[in-house]
């Protein structure tokens, strides 16, 4: 059975830091997702990770893929207060069409 | 394009009455997906279409629970009988699919519903 697990679960950045979340699974995954949520708003795509070493960015925001290490990251380069979501990461396996999500990440960004 | 729509956006029911929840996936997605959202459980699969096949049911909390898709487009998510741990919000999502592969997918504004 997959599990995803993500820390932290809250964290607090000052504008212009960097930091990086992680997400460990545990059975293999041929697919990682990241997504975004504001408070009281939906679920947005931010990145779709198909293979080891899979590489994306977007902005400030840049996430990886080791499947050997069963671990992805998504790095926030020079925070900005925009940022400040819910950060959550999903697995999904071969034809099994649900995805399986972390708790979640709440990043607050402050000046 | 026009994105998943889900109605109503909220709905607040007493305990015990039945209630509908709808989803109008992305026109030519294939794959349908509900999933519920409540701060004690976090981010839950409950059920999943795909084409024609049987749906995979495997994330239902209870028999109270259940859906359908008609005409492989809209889905309405039953629940029976609620209960105030039913509350949460029931968020829908679509993607594309190649046989047994899934495609990315698009989450709708969700339902929030509360169960007084």
């Known amino acids: 059975e997959l599990k995803v697990e993500q820390n932290p679960l809250f964290l607090s950045m000052q504008e212009g830091k960097n930091y990086t979340i992680y997400c460990n699974y545990s059975?293999?995954?041929?697919?990682l997702y990241w997504y975004r949520q504001d408070p009281g708003k939906s679920l947005e795509s931010l990145f779709v990770l198909l293979s080891n070493g899979a590489v994306k960015q977007e902005g400030r925001l840049m996430a990886s893929l080791d499947t050997k290490a069963r671990l992805s990251t998504l790095h926030i380069t020079a925070a900005v207060h925009d940022l400040s979501a819910t950060y959550f990461c999903?697995?999904?396996?071969?034809?099994?069409?649900?995805?399986?999500f972390g708790k979640g990440t709440k990043l607050s960004v402050k000046p | 394009g026009a994105g998943v729509s889900q109605s109503p956006s909220n709905k607040v029911t007493e305990k015990g009455k039945d209630v509908e929840l709808r989803c109008d996936p992305i026109?030519?997605?294939?794959?349908l997906y509900w999933y519920r959202q409540s701060l004690g459980q976090g981010l839950e699969f409950l059920i999943y279409?795909?084409?024609?096949?049987?749906?995979?049911k495997s994330g239902l909390p209870s028999d109270r629970f259940s859906a359908e898709r008609t005409g492989g487009s809209v889905s309405t998510l039953t629940i029976q009988r609620t209960q105030q741990e039913d509350s949460a919000v029931y968020l829908c999502a679509s993607s594309l699919a190649w046989g047994r592969i899934m495609g990315e997918q698009y989450f709708g504004p969700g339902t929030r519903l509360t169960v007084t």
């Open positions: 999903a697995g999904g396996r071969g034809s099994q069409g649900n995805l399986i």
């Open positions: 026109s030519g997605h294939t794959a």
């Open positions: 059975t293999t995954s041929d697919r």
């Open positions: 279409f795909q084409g024609n096949s049987a749906p995979d």
